[in-house]
């Protein structure tokens, strides 16, 4: 079982992500793959 505290230390790190809009999801690209 994952450690409480670790869960809401990483909740709150993707809620602040959200809140000062870090990312912007885009759509992919035509003819791109996803590969490494």
């Known amino acids: 079982m994952?450690?409480?505290a670790w869960i809401e230390s990483?909740?709150?790190e993707?809620?602040?992500f959200d809140r000062l809009d870090?990312?912007?999801l885009v759509?992919?690209?035509l003819r791109?793959?996803?590969s490494s």
């Open 27 to 29: 759509d992919r690209p």
């Open 2 to 4: 994952a450690d409480s």
């Open 32 to 34: 791109s793959s996803r």
């Open 14 to 16: 993707l809620y602040q």
């Open 10 to 12: 990483m909740q709150e």
């Open 22 to 24: 870090v990312w912007e």
